[in-house]
């Protein structure tokens, strides 16, 4: 029987706190306790005969006026619903008192068994509480991590300008076959092992663009050079597919070539990116601006994570078991609803076994962070979220009060969270010891090799 300890609903209510109830309290283990839980046999007989003469003042039974029913027969026709109910009733309050009176705090539902109770005896019963981990704070002052600071090259502002070209391109018909640079429209049929077209598996008007196209080194040998209504059977893998996925064998119809024209890199092509920019220096250095601004933000990002591992290597504690599986519960129950499937125990138990590791390190980091946010005073006051009501305002150029009327309460709790977030993070970076890295963009991103340095 699982109940809730201070989230039950009788928290919200009045109950008998002056019931008499005597309690031990076992700790089993850094994260569970468990309750010996005893009401005395005066103390039920007072609570069933109680629940028994309201019964017997509103019973209605043919033959008999309210109130004016004999005993026995109230006895024999309403006792044990009585007695259950009674019990029923106890348990939840002796529950609830002894919880209060031996100060846990559960942070999932307690599970009770063992219940006994006979006309004339005490009530017992146990109750298993899981309970927050005692949790110490690393010294932070002690942490030296690394911050990577990527710096892009001409290469890299080369790379981002040829891609704002692109996306400016005017695309026009040519004459001239395929090449890497062709933008193209193909009907495709599949054909069996042998060369028989599949019937029901053909498509038209397939458009690609030969420099971005993603079905392998193959495809693009066989259609290189061809002209339109020129035919190739080429095989090759679908964008995405697997390798053990079989290749896909396919007659391929070219039916239009079309060429990019790229505009002109001159200060009129700046001014089409962005009208405050006056020349193509300025346009080049904005962009090396935004690509190293873009990395620095992921390379933070990253250092917070090595950050918080750090942390939690340094600060030992379990997660309470039931806390952890209704957390995985919840995670497999949201990947249900997202992709409209339906209710399958087998791919459930699958999916939160895959998601184990990463909801154990979520809620390590969670009961960190919020042992951080106690420790350092750092939870989310009204002024901050105001100010960043404000903040957010402006961006969409809005009153504060307006933008804060269109939010909703789920939208709110994200803005609170993320807020949240950002001041544990911000006051960390402002404690541990940080060790500036700069390196190029291609190392960053792995196109060379890259260091990481966590130290004591």
Not at 152 to 161: M, T
Not at 191 to 207: N, R, T, Y
Not at 238 to 243: F, H, K, P, V
Not at 297 to 323: I, N
Request: negative net charge; glycine residues 4%; charged residues 30%.
């Amino acid at each position: 029987m699982r109940v809730w300890g201070f989230e039950s609903p009788l928290s919200h209510h009045n109950y008998n706190k002056n019931m008499q109830v005597d309690f031990e309290s076992q700790q089993l283990s850094a994260v569970e306790h468990e309750l010996n839980v005893s009401v005395p046999a005066e103390e039920m007989s007072t609570r069933i005969a109680s629940r028994f003469a309201e019964v017997a003042a509103h019973a209605q039974l043919p033959g008999f006026r309210p109130g004016k029913i004999p005993k026995k027969i109230l006895v024999d026709r309403f006792g044990p619903a009585v007695t259950e109910e009674a019990v029923n009733q106890v348990l939840q309050e002796a529950y609830r008192d002894a919880l209060d009176k031996s100060s846990l705090q559960p942070v999932s539902p307690g599970e009770m068994s063992d219940i006994t109770f006979e006309p004339g005896s005490p009530l017992k019963f146990k109750v298993k509480i899981e309970v927050l981990p005692p949790i110490e704070v690393p010294e932070l002052e002690t942490v030296t991590i690394e911050l990577k600071e990527p710096q892009a090259d001409e290469e890299d502002v080369d790379n981002a300008v040829e891609s704002l070209r692109e996306s400016q391109a005017v695309l026009v018909p040519t004459d001239d076959p395929v090449d890497e640079h062709s933008v193209i429209t193909f009907d495709m049929q599949e054909l069996d092992e042998s060369g028989v077209a599949l019937i029901g598996k053909s498509q038209k008007d397939v458009s690609i663009d030969m420099s971005r196209q993603r079905f392998g080194e193959e495809f693009a040998t066989k259609l290189t050079g061809l002209a339109c209504e020129e035919k190739a059977v080429v095989e090759f893998q679908r964008a995405g597919a697997t390798e053990n996925v079989k290749p896909l064998k396919a007659e391929i119809t070219i039916r239009n070539i079309q060429k990019k024209e790229l505009p002109q890199v001159d200060d009129d092509f700046a001014r089409s990116v962005n009208p405050t920019l006056e020349s193509v220096a300025m346009l080049r250095d904005d962009l090396r601006k935004y690509i190293e601004a873009r990395a620095g933000y992921t390379a933070r990002q990253e250092m917070f994570r090595k950050l918080a591992d750090e942390l939690l290597r340094r600060s030992e504690f379990p997660v309470p078991p039931r806390m952890l599986e209704d957390y995985l519960d919840k995670m497999a129950d949201q990947a249900v609803h997202s992709s409209h499937g339906k209710h399958d125990d087998d791919a459930i138990r699958k999916f939160k076994e895959e998601y184990r590791t990463a909801g154990i390190w979520n809620l390590r980091w969670y009961l960190l962070r919020n042992q951080i946010i106690r420790a350092f005073d750092l939870r989310v006051t009204k002024e901050d979220l105001e100010q960043e009501y404000g903040r957010m305002a402006t961006i969409e150029d809005e009153f504060a009060d307006d933008f804060k009327k269109k939010l909703t309460d789920a939208q709110k709790m994200q803005i609170h969270d993320d807020l949240q977030e950002r001041k544990v993070l911000n006051h960390l970076e402002s404690k541990v010891q940080i060790q500036r890295a700069s390196l190029s963009l291609a190392q960053f991103e792995g196109r060379a090799g890259q260091s990481s340095l966590i130290t004591l």
